[in-house]
Structures are given as structure tokens and as C-alpha cells.
């Protein structure tokens, strides 16, 4: 069975954007004391996890796992800088534009 790319990235887009938003909650539920971010931690990770799971069968492992974590990574630097107002420095930007250009040279 084949998929189309459009698919696969938009799967890996959302599996990424799931973990991203699962770190959120994490950072938000004080080490497990709010009871509604930590539940939507287990949420946000488990439907990372089944769209990373089935978008897997189309790609190999060694990239697949590698570009979500990769966009996982970067989506979460973006949100920690929006959302907690975490700082983004040079070196930051140098991090980021690697890790994308990991990305770029795994993609199947």
C-alpha cells in the first residue's frame, strides 16, 4: 500500500504538533498537580502516537521517527517562545535551522 507525500508529511506535521502541544500541557500541569493539563498530556502524546503509528507503515523508521521528532522539537521551541515567553537567541535560530536541515536531507 502507498500513500501519497502530501499525506505522510501531513500526518508527520500532526503527529509533531500533537507531542508539541502534549509538552505544553506538561509544562503547564505543575508536575502532575493540575488535574486538566496533566490529563491532556496522556491526550495530546496518545494521538501523537497513533498518527505517528499508522503514518509509520509508509516510511522507513529511521527517518519517519526522526522528522517527527525533529518538527516535534522545533514546534515546541515556537510554542515555549509564544506561550511562556521562553527566549530565542542566535544560537537558538542556528539550533532550529539545523534540526530542519535534518529534516530536509531524511525525507523520503
Known amino acids: 500500500m502507498q500513500a501519497s507525500s502530501v499525506l505522510v508529511w501531513t ?33 495530546c502524546f496518545g494521538l501523537g502516537a497513533t498518527l505517528q503509528t499508522y503514518v509509520m507503515k509508509f ?3 529511521g527517518s519517519g521517527y526522526t522528522i517527527v521528532l525533529g518538527l516535534e522539537a522545533v514546534a515546541a521551541i ?8 521562553e527566549p530565542i537567541t542566535m544560537v537558538r535560530w542556528l539550533g532550529i535551522a539545523l534540526v530542519l536541515g535534518g529534516v530536509i536531507l531524511l525525507r523520503e
Do not use: D, E, H
Not at 509533531?16 to 505543575?30: D, E, H, I, N, T
Not at 515556537?78 to 515567553?85: E, K, N, P, Q, S
Open 59 to 61: 516510511q522507513r523508521i
Open 11 to 43: 500526518l508527520n506535521i500532526a503527529a509533531s504538533l500533537a507531542y508539541a502541544f502534549g509538552a505544553v500541557f506538561m509544562k503547564s500541569s505543575g508536575a502532575f498537580q493540575r488535574p486538566w493539563p496533566s490529563l491532556l498530556v496522556y491526550v
Open 78 to 85: 515556537g510554542l515555549g517562545v509564544a506561550l511562556f515567553r
